[in-house]
């Protein structure tokens, strides 16, 4: 990986740094008071001067547990190559300039029964969904591993399975890369996106690419969360819009925070 520094994100590790640090201390005031920490976040996956910020509301959340959270189960879609099912990078490590994070040879292992599950390097190489997230966990976790996990033509139950076998208990978060509706006027996306939050803080899911790119794999945690009796909470919501000021042709951007009583496993 490592394919978007400099474009997404900053390529220099300092000036990644502090931009990442200067997004999670604006978003701290809004940091919630848990009695456990979270178990699931959507983020979004744009280049952090559009969805910066608002990632950044999600990440914001694991600041109190940044010794508790041990492996993050990373799922974003798949952008330049089509695949059927979820696929893994098949490498050691991922690297961002902040560093190197592990890929968790022992939780991979626990997927081996899944069909849907291959090894695609091809997908991972140039995807950006799942790199964008990295500085972010790097900045707000001292010390975890990663599966990551690009989804393609997946059914909602095909996802949840995956989520079911990693579910673990407050060791695992579950990590959720989508943006919202694409290439809108801004009004029209706000009218959907409205609609597409309230879909998914009912735990509705059947969400459409057009809904969210990341459709798919939010479908997925929707199952996992009703099962489990996930409570989502909106934390921001916003289009490229209202950074650039460009109205005619938008993207959406939304965070959200799952938590709830039941994080191990029924």
Same mark, same amino acid.
């Given at each position: 990986?490592?394919?978007?520094?400099?474009?997404?994100?900053?390529?220099?590790?300092?000036?990644?740094?502090?931009?990442?640090?200067?997004?999670?201390?604006?978003?701290?005031?809004?940091?919630?008071?848990?009695?456990?920490?979270?178990?699931?976040?959507?983020?979004?996956?744009?280049?952090?001067?559009?969805?910066?910020?608002?990632?950044?509301?999600?990440?914001?959340?694991?600041?109190?547990?940044?010794?508790?959270?041990?492996?993050?189960?990373?799922?974003?879609?798949?952008?330049?190559?089509?695949?059927?099912?979820?696929?893994?990078?098949?490498?050691?490590?991922?690297?961002?300039?902040?560093?190197?994070?592990?890929?968790?040879?022992?939780?991979?292992? #626990?997927?081996?029964? *899944?069909?849907?599950?291959? %090894?695609? !390097?091809? &997908?991972?190489?140039?995807?950006?969904?799942? =790199? +964008?997230?990295?500085?972010? #966990?790097?900045?707000? *976790?001292?010390?975890?591993? %990663?599966? !990551?996990? &690009?989804?393609?033509?997946?059914?909602?139950? =095909? +996802?949840?399975?995956?989520?079911?076998?990693?579910?673990?208990?407050?060791?695992?978060?579950?990590?959720?890369?989508?943006?919202?509706?694409?290439?809108?006027?801004?009004?029209?996306?706000?009218?959907?996106?409205?609609?597409?939050?309230?879909?998914?803080?009912?735990?509705?899911?059947?969400?459409?690419?057009?809904?969210?790119?990341?459709?798919?794999?939010?479908?997925?945690?929707?199952?996992?969360?009703?099962?489990?009796?996930?409570?989502?909470?909106?934390?921001?919501?916003?289009?490229?819009?209202?950074?650039?000021?460009?109205?005619?042709?938008?993207?959406?951007?939304?965070?959200?925070?799952?938590?709830?009583?039941?994080?191990?496993?029924?």
């Amino acid at each position: 990986m490592n394919s978007v520094a400099g474009t997404f994100y900053p390529g220099q590790a300092q000036v990644l740094s502090k931009e990442v640090a200067r997004f999670l201390a604006d978003a701290a005031a809004q940091v919630h008071t848990a009695a456990q920490p979270p178990k699931a976040l959507i983020v979004p996956h744009a280049g952090y001067v559009y969805s910066g910020k608002t990632a950044a509301l999600a990440y914001a959340q694991l600041l109190p547990w940044r010794d508790t959270i041990r492996r993050v189960v990373l799922l974003g879609p798949v952008h330049r190559v089509a695949v059927r099912g979820l696929v893994l990078p098949g490498v050691n490590h991922l690297s961002t300039p902040l560093g190197a994070v592990a890929v968790d040879k022992n939780a991979i292992a #626990l997927l081996a029964h *899944l069909s849907q599950v291959t %090894v695609n !390097p091809a &997908a991972h190489a140039l995807e950006h969904s799942l =790199e +964008v997230q990295l500085p972010f #966990l790097q900045t707000v *976790l001292d010390d975890f591993q %990663v599966v !990551p996990l &690009a989804v393609g033509d997946a059914t909602p139950a =095909e +996802v949840g399975e995956v989520l079911e076998a990693l579910w673990g208990d407050r060791e695992t978060l579950i990590v959720i890369s989508s943006d919202l509706s694409h290439f809108l006027p801004y009004r029209t996306a706000q009218a959907v996106d409205f609609e597409t939050v309230h879909a998914i803080l009912r735990l509705r899911g059947a969400l459409t690419h057009q809904q969210a790119c990341g459709g798919t794999p939010i479908n997925g945690l929707l199952l996992a969360a009703k099962h489990h009796q996930l409570t989502p909470t909106l934390l921001g919501l916003c289009n490229s819009g209202d950074s650039t000021g460009e109205r005619q042709r938008v993207v959406g951007y939304a965070s959200f925070v799952f938590s709830g009583a039941d994080h191990g496993r029924p």
